[in-house]
């Protein structure tokens, strides 16, 4: 649980309550660069506007916390204010758009009468605000009042929700459309982008939650958002073994600790979509790391099961769930250089008992087996059975020789969930697990705070090829901008079959992908996930053997990220550094474009550039694809020449 230590606010709050409080009155805060300006209004409410450079972008809205017998920001009396500029560098510990990550901003922080006080901070590419309070030991929080008033009918990308109780996957799929379409009984997931008529982007999300509810975004009608939030659940009852129905809910969204911080409520804001790909707010605002040790951390690539059904062929035994299969996977990944092979689900004897493995496969000799490749087991969970058992299910995969642990199924946004999120967090860490969340809700801080927390689902991924037609090169090109920016997102890439727009059609055992060949491999330098699959079947992979290759050499976490081309839903180029090599990528929507790489990021030197793209027929075949190799240096520029649903990645290191 996130909180505020109540001697230390007891005591900064008694100090100021000796001092009159100021009448109603309006606040200043400038960011570094003096682009952005915040601007709060203390009164009979508490407001707050923005505005970037002369666009006003967000005009006055009501922040305030409901809470049973108080309402913080209700007759609002500021005791003292208090100010200050940081300028620091983060250091990830599993860097993932970069390892050293400037935190430039200036904060305003109001001690309000009633023993609470409201932070704000902006910073060169957005602004956040947040409550503290110091109310004693304990406090039901019934409603946070959260508004985002705009000053003209903004586009947007709208992740729509259908469930009243907030129970989803959060697997989204982005309607473009503007503000006032929505009406109040419609809300949406974060992370939610904008874009103003003037032309600037801007992105709603949170950060630093813990013991607290998700917040979601509700129309109005008009060009405004109100805040909304799951209720504590007090009841439910068991549909299947990974679904229930909720009986019963609390008239408070949390109960916790009266003397803490509330998470971050943050907009990203910037004039192109280049600004929205590059910004680190969720992760600069989380929680610092609070593990001693993180050497044993070990991001990577991972040879997966389920997508690709354990369709093998080519061998001489029966492919399926057994050992045999996973010892093809795990010779695979030891070939190619993947850290990890995951056992989904199947594994186990049952989805409820998680600690018996099926009849077909031998744990202790597969991890064995693993461990002579130098690749590492992660184990498949249903969420529910390990929260019942958690201690005794984990140190059984650590006596097995496990490295990691894929949670599935939460599908809920609650205090909570939030909180067993954090417990598995903990529990992982403290035996050296990984983490991976899957049926989860986007990223909000706590894979800073617990690094071994890697990777995030919470994506409508390439999974969904099995079954719709919804994972277009058009969503693909939509996510950069909309649920990556959150965080690490497990989207999945890898389809070594894939389909023009005419020619794709689903198939559950042997999925196939929109798009072309480069289009998929351009993924593993644009999507980012410490922990990133190679989902497809590695029979397929071991097919091409120049295209698989290719990937292998692609890491999974940056020392530096440049966003090069961006237009959400259109396009969008990127290039990452890692050590001593570059790696650029690029892909479109169903629109064939050409893009212009500069290599001005590059040092002085000679360099050489290993680029696949889009093959001369990929427009018809669109597996097609070229392997070329080019002397370049920082004055090169090079041309993104992209199919349609094609992709372009290049691998740069000194020659």
């Known amino acids: 649980m996130k909180c505020i230590s109540l001697k230390k606010y007891g005591a900064l709050f008694a100090a100021f309550t000796l001092a009159a409080p100021a009448l109603a009155k309006d606040y200043e805060l400038k960011s570094p660069d003096k682009k952005i300006t915040v601007n709060v209004a203390v009164g009979k409410s508490l407001e707050w506007s923005v505005r970037y450079g002369n666009e006003t972008i967000l005009l006055p809205s009501v922040i305030a916390l409901q809470l049973h017998n108080n309402k913080l920001g209700q007759n609002a009396l500021v005791n003292k204010e208090d100010r200050q500029s940081v300028n620091h560098t983060i250091i990830a510990d599993v860097p993932v758009k970069s390892k050293y990550i400037a935190d430039r901003y200036n904060e305003l922080k109001l001690f309000m009468k009633g023993n609470y006080a409201v932070v704000f901070r902006a910073y060169d590419n957005g602004v956040a605000y947040r409550f503290e309070m110091a109310l004693g030991d304990s406090v039901a929080v019934v409603n946070e009042i959260s508004e985002f008033n705009f000053p003209q009918n903004n586009r947007v990308m709208w992740s729509g929700e259908t469930n009243k109780e907030f129970q989803s996957h959060f697997e989204s799929l982005f309607k473009d459309s503007v503000i006032n379409a929505f009406n109040t009984t419609e809300h949406a997931a974060l992370p939610l982008y904008m874009a103003t008529p003037a032309g600037s982007s801007l992105l709603l999300s949170e950060s630093d939650v813990y013991d607290y509810p998700n917040l979601f975004v509700f129309g109005t009608g008009g060009n405004a958002f109100t805040a909304g939030f799951p209720k504590v659940i007090l009841d439910r009852k068991h549909t299947g073994d990974r679904t229930a129905r909720i009986t019963r809910l609390a008239d408070y969204i949390a109960k916790t600790s009266g003397s803490r911080s509330l998470p971050w409520r943050y907009l990203v804001i910037g004039n192109n979509d280049k600004t929205i790909f590059e910004s680190n707010l969720t992760f600069q ?49 030891s070939t190619y250089g993947l850290e990890y092979i995951v056992l989904d689900e199947g594994w186990s004897r049952t989805t409820t008992d998680i600690m018996t493995p099926a009849k077909e496969i031998d744990i202790k000799e597969l991890v064995a087996y693993a461990a002579s490749k130098n690749v590492g087991v992660i184990l498949w969970a249903l969420w529910e059975p390990l929260d019942k058992d958690l201690d005794a299910i984990l140190d059984r995969y650590v006596q ?35 983490v991976d969340l899957h049926g989860a809700y986007k990223p909000v801080g706590l894979n800073r705070k617990y690094p071994n927390v890697l990777s995030y689902e919470g994506v409508r991924g390439l999974e969904n090829c099995k079954w719709s037609e919804d994972i277009t090169p058009g969503h693909d090109v939509t996510l950069p901008f909309t649920r990556m920016v959150a965080g690490p997102m497990d989207f999945t890439p890898g389809a070594m ?93 169903w629109e064939a474009r050409e893009l212009d790489i500069p290599l001005d990021f590059l040092p002085e030197g000679s360099w050489k550039a290993q680029v696949l793209a889009d093959g001369i027929n990929a427009a018809e075949h669109a597996a097609d694809y070229r392997i070329t190799t080019l002397q370049v240096s920082r004055n090169s520029r090079l041309k993104a020449n992209m199919s349609n649903g094609g992709g372009w990645c290049a691998v740069i290191g000194k020659e």
């Not at 080519?314 to 996977?329: C, H, M, Q, R, W």
């Not at 939460?410 to 529990?427: K, L, S």
């Open 285 to 333: 605002l989380a929680s610092p790391n609070v593990l001693a040790n993180t050497a044993w951390i070990k991001p990577g690539k991972v040879a997966w099961d389920w997508w690709n059904a354990n369709n093998i062929y080519g061998v001489d035994f029966k492919a399926g769930l057994n050992t045999e299969t996973y010892k093809y996977y795990i010779d695979f990944a």
């Open 400 to 434: 097995w020789g496990v490295k990691g642990i894929k949670v599935d199924f939460m599908a809920r946004a609650d205090q909570y969930m939030v909180n067993y999120y954090e417990r598995v967090a903990a529990a992982a860490a403290k035996r050296q697990l990984l």
């Open 497 to 589: 079959i894939n389909a023009t727009k005419k020619n794709f059609h689903i198939t559950f055992t042997e999925p196939m992908s929109q798009g072309t060949r480069a289009h998929q491999v351009a993924m593993y330098v644009m999507y980012e996930s410490p922990l990133q699959m190679l989902a497809d079947n590695p029979s397929n992979y071991r097919k091409d053997p120049e295209c698989t290759r290719f990937i292998a050499q692609i890491p999974t976490v940056w020392d530096t990220t440049i966003a090069l081309h961006g237009k959400v839903g259109e396009y969008v180029a990127v290039a990452r550094k890692n050590g001593d090599k570059w790696y650029v990528s690029a892909m479109t929507n």
